[in-house]
C-alpha cells in the first residue's frame, strides 16, 4: 500500500514587499498617478487624491512620495484623535484610505486647513470617488472637490505579468515560465487578485516541500476558471 507525502503545515512567515520607485511598475492604468508622485513639488494643487481599488498601489506611491517628501502618514481611521498641526510640520502629509467609514470628516476638514495655513502637500487614498463617499460636511465636500484627482486603473496584460513576475520574486518562489504562462491566462485581471493567488501558491508550495508545477497552479486557481 502506497503512501502520499505528508504534508507540511506552512508557517505564517511575515512578507515584506519592496516599497522602492524602482520596484513600482508603471502601465497604462497607472501611469498617470505615477506621473504625479514623479512630479512632486510642482503639483498643479496642494492636494492630490490617488483612486484605485485594493491592490492596485496606492500603498506603494504613498511610501515612494513619503519617503521623498518626508510626509507623516496616517490612516483616515486615525484622524479624529490625531494633531493635524504636527502631521503638517514637514510639509506634507499621507491619508490613507479616506472613504473608510470610520473618516471623522470634521478631522479632515481641519487637516485641510492645517495644510492651507502651513503651504503643504497633501496626498489622500481611497477606492472611490469622494462623491461615493457619502460625505454630508459641505465644507469638505468643497475641499475634496479642489484636489487633483490621479486614478490607478486595473492593469493591461503586460503589466499584469511584471507585477506577477514580481511577486513571485519578492517571495523567492520557483516556478517555471511555461507554469507562469498557464498561470496567466486563467487568473483574474486585477493587482488584487495576482496578491492573493502568488500568496495561495507560495502557501502551497511551502505544504508540498516542492517548486510550483502546473498540477499546484490549477489547484490553487479558482475552480471556475478551470472550465
Not at 31 to 53: K, T
Not at 99 to 114: I, T
Request: net charge negative; with cysteine.
Amino acid at each position: 500500500m502506497s503512501r502520499s507525502k505528508p504534508r507540511q503545515l506552512p508557517l505564517a512567515m511575515p512578507h515584506q514587499a519592496s516599497m522602492s520607485r524602482e520596484d513600482f511598475l508603471v502601465g497604462e492604468g497607472n501611469r498617470e498617478a505615477a506621473a504625479f508622485i514623479d512630479a512632486w513639488p510642482d503639483w498643479p494643487a496642494s492636494v492630490v487624491l490617488l483612486i484605485g481599488p485594493n491592490g492596485s498601489g496606492k500603498t506603494h506611491l504613498v511610501n515612494i512620495w513619503a519617503g521623498r517628501s518626508r510626509a507623516a502618514v496616517v490612516a483616515a481611521a486615525d484622524l479624529a484623535t490625531a494633531d493635524p498641526t504636527a502631521l503638517v510640520a514637514t510639509g506634507a502629509v499621507a491619508v490613507e484610505d479616506a472613504d473608510d467609514p470610520a473618516l471623522d470628516e470634521k478631522a479632515l476638514f481641519h487637516l485641510f486647513n492645517a495644510v492651507r495655513g502651513r503651504g503643504a502637500s497633501m496626498l489622500i487614498t481611497a477606492h472611490a470617488v469622494p462623491a461615493a463617499w457619502g460625505l454630508t460636511l459641505p465644507d469638505l465636500m468643497s475641499r475634496l472637490r479642489a484636489a487633483q484627482p490621479a486614478f490607478l486603473g486595473p492593469p493591461d496584460d503586460a503589466l499584469l505579468e511584471q507585477v506577477m513576475v514580481k511577486l513571485i520574486a519578492d517571495r523567492q518562489l520557483a516556478i517555471d515560465a511555461g507554469v507562469l504562462d498557464y498561470i496567466l491566462v486563467r487568473m483574474e485581471r486585477s493587482f488584487a487578485a495576482a496578491c492573493t493567488l502568488v500568496e495561495a501558491l507560495d502557501r502551497e508550495s511551502l505544504a508540498r516541500g516542492r517548486r510550483i508545477t502546473r498540477a499546484i497552479a490549477a489547484e490553487v486557481l479558482s475552480p471556475e476558471t478551470e472550465s
